[in-house]
């Protein structure tokens, strides 16, 4: 391949500096323009308060073992510390723990209800067998839900598949598990930041993301992240997930992509023969022979494309709807846990990641104002304190409190949050006393970021975390649209390389190597044909 051959990567997210890495790796000469000053959207460093610096992502939980090992991000200065405790979840005056050492996770599981961990257990071994059965793989173009029947041959994984599609997380979990605990922690997985009720067809879906990320390992492949349990972190990240995206940067750089910032691609030019390239905001035009989207795909059609036809002919992508709020807490000290053996700490568990949501009644009440266009009179929570692991990111003395807070409705519009956030932030405040007992004590600054400002600052339409719901309707070849299972789009050398593609959302970076892919392999069909 030759470096005639040029592409350009709009947005420069997680996806789009791996898209772009992958890239240039591949000998194709490469672009990649994001809007705003720094790189990583959400998972990129950001100053909530002076001195107090992370990432609105708090977790690496997903990112992808295979782009972590070929871009060689530990090479290129990632670092992890790997604590025992990978999350901890609150029920009342118990705190469940999720250690590395599945015989601790056992013995808390059985802890609430007799003979519970088997039956976990074998949830677990059936959604990772079911996995692989499906065929699918995260590196592939999906097949539909009719074709991934087709392969099921056993009437037991049939039976499961179909319950999954069709049937609802509330019905699959309350058939196989008699605990409420064990039920709230595999939902907390299942539906994080969504607006998919758990009675809602379809909506234990997302428990097949990691029985296909394993399923989809080459032999000898690394699997200690795909098998971790309960999907906890594969490891706290020194200077949080933002060291993640500078890793990432730097193996892009060193593959040799040319990085703009601070300039967004106003459109995408076109010839009669399909893609000619990008116009920026600046009046720069940069030509190409292929154009990356990884962009949420209803901006792309609005404001990028000549005509939306341009994606899908006679497809108007939806615009998300999310209810995502960034809470930051400046604390003067570690909260207490309660609850905690005595051989955890305090500081083993927030180091990590704590989720706050007692019980399945609290996350479905949660979820259904969200749905009902309501700010939730309990939130869910998903919160760290990366300080910990990484003192610089706050003053010395002071610890920096990151909670990603759900059911926080973007559709009440800027003028409901610039009017209500402090009444939100202070409600959250009071779920956080519940659980963290002193914690408000602790707290000598606050910051936030409402739905409206995550949607303007980060490019989060609707302020939803994934581009598009990842429910059945809206997954397999149907991400976003069966015409895009092969990522590319209807005008010739346009392809999508986000979230909105497969596999979808959270941070693993599979969408933008996959596009990658994509281009490598189109340039060297045309290459061959000429």
């Given at each position: 391949m ?5 592409a350009v990567?709009?947005?420069g997210?997680h996806n789009?500096?791996?898209c772009?890495?992958y890239?240039?790796l ?9 809007k705003?000053d720094?790189l ?7 100053e909530?308060?002076?001195g107090?610096?992370?990432a609105v992502t708090n977790s690496?939980?997903s990112l992808?073992g295979r ?7 530990e090479r ?5 510390v790997?604590?025992s405790?990978?999350v901890?979840q609150r029920?009342?005056?118990?705190t469940?723990?999720?250690f590395r050492d599945?015989?601790?996770i ?5 802890a609430f209800?007799s003979g519970?961990y088997?039956?976990y257990r ?5 959604l ?5 059965a ?5 590196w592939?173009?999906?097949?539909s ?8 041959t056993?009437s ?5 598949f179909d319950e999954?599609?069709?049937g609802?997380l509330?019905?699959?979990?309350e058939?196989r598990?008699?605990a409420?605990?064990?039920r709230?922690?595999?939902?907390m ?10 009675r809602?067809?379809?909506?234990a ?7 296909i990320?394993m399923?989809s390992?080459l032999p ?5 992240a795909?098998?971790?349990p309960?999907?906890?972190?594969v490891g706290?990240p020194?200077?949080s997930m933002a060291?993640?995206i ?7 750089v060193?593959?040799?992509v ?6 967004r691609?106003d459109?995408v030019?076109?010839s009669p023969?399909?893609v ?5 905001s600046?009046g720069t035009?940069?030509?190409a022979d292929?154009?990356v989207?990884t962009?949420?795909?209803?901006l ?5 494309l ?5 994606l899908?002919?006679?497809f108007?992508?939806?615009k998300p ?5 960034k809470?930051a ?6 909260p207490?846990?309660?609850g905690?053996?005595?051989d ?8 990590s990641q704590i ?9 479905e ?7 009902a266009?309501?700010?939730s009179?309990k ?7 990366p300080s910990?692991?990484s003192?610089?990111?706050a003053?010395?003395g002071r610890h920096?409190?990151s909670v990603?807070v759900?059911?926080?409705?973007h559709?009440?519009?800027a003028?409901?949050?610039?009017t209500h956030?402090?009444?939100f932030v ?6 956080l ?7 408000k004590n602790r ?8 739905p ?7 490019g989060?339409?609707?302020s939803?975390?994934t581009?598009g719901e990842?429910?059945p309707?809206?997954f ?5 649209h069966p ?12 392809y999508?390389g986000?979230?909105?593609?497969w ?6 970076g599979?969408?933008g190597r996959?596009a ?10 045309t290459l061959?044909e000429?």
């Amino acid at each position: 391949m030759t470096q005639t051959q040029r592409a350009v990567v709009v947005g420069g997210g997680h996806n789009g500096i791996v898209c772009a890495a992958y890239l240039a790796l591949g000998g194709v000469e490469t672009v990649l323009v994001e809007k705003r000053d720094v790189l990583g959207g959400p998972a990129g460093s950001y100053e909530f308060m002076p001195g107090y610096r992370s990432a609105v992502t708090n977790s690496p939980g997903s990112l992808e073992g295979r782009v972590t090992a070929e871009l060689e991000l530990e090479r290129h200065g990632l670092k992890y510390v790997k604590p025992s405790v990978t999350v901890a979840q609150r029920f009342g005056e118990r705190t469940f723990l999720g250690f590395r050492d599945r015989a601790r996770i056992a013995e808390q599981i059985d802890a609430f209800s007799s003979g519970e961990y088997e039956r976990y257990r074998t949830l677990i071994d059936d959604l990772n067998a079911l996995g692989t059965a499906t065929g699918l793989s995260l590196w592939k173009q999906p097949d539909s839900i009719d074709a991934v029947r087709s392969r099921l041959t056993d009437s037991h994984q049939a039976r499961l598949f179909d319950e999954i599609i069709d049937g609802s997380l509330h019905d699959f979990l309350e058939n196989r598990l008699r605990a409420d605990e064990t039920r709230s922690i595999l939902t907390m997985l299942a539906l994080p930041g969504t607006l998919v009720s758990p009675r809602s067809p379809g909506s234990a879906l997302t428990l097949l993301m990691r029985p296909i990320s394993m399923a989809s390992l080459l032999p000898g492949e690394d699997d200690s992240a795909n098998s971790m349990p309960l999907r906890g972190s594969v490891g706290t990240p020194i200077g949080s997930m933002a060291a993640i995206i500078d890793a990432m940067t730097a193996a892009a750089v060193e593959a040799g992509v040319t990085i703009i910032t601070g300039t967004r691609v106003d459109h995408v030019l076109k010839s009669p023969s399909g893609v000619a390239g990008v116009l920026l905001s600046d009046g720069t035009t940069i030509e190409a022979d292929k154009v990356v989207s990884t962009i949420e795909p209803s901006l792309l059609q609005r404001q990028l494309l000549d005509d939306p036809d341009d994606l899908v002919p006679g497809f108007l992508a939806p615009k998300p709807k999310g209810a995502a709020f960034k809470l930051a807490l400046a604390l003067d000290g570690i909260p207490e846990v309660p609850g905690l053996p005595d051989d955890v700490s305090n500081v083993d568990v927030l180091g990590s990641q704590i989720r706050l949501a007692r019980s399945t009644e609290y996350i479905e009440a949660s979820i259904d104002a969200g749905i009902a266009g309501r700010a939730s009179e309990k939130p869910i929570m998903w919160a760290m304190i990366p300080s910990i692991v990484s003192p610089g990111l706050a003053p010395a003395g002071r610890h920096l409190f990151s909670v990603n807070v759900w059911h926080a409705p973007h559709e009440l519009g800027a003028e409901y949050w610039n009017t209500h956030r402090d009444e939100f932030v202070n409600r959250c405040l009071d779920v956080l006393e519940e659980e963290l007992p002193g914690i408000k004590n602790r707290v000598v600054d606050t910051s936030s970021l409402t739905p409206i400002e995550l949607e303007e600052e980060f490019g989060l339409t609707g302020s939803e975390i994934t581009h598009g719901e990842m429910t059945p309707e809206n997954f397999f070849d149907r991400r976003i649209h069966p015409s895009l299972a092969d990522r590319e789009a209807e005008l010739p050398g346009l392809y999508l390389g986000g979230s909105e593609s497969w596999p979808g959302g959270y941070v693993t970076g599979a969408p933008g190597r996959n596009a990658a892919h994509a281009v490598i392999r189109d340039f060297a069909r045309t290459l061959a044909e000429t």
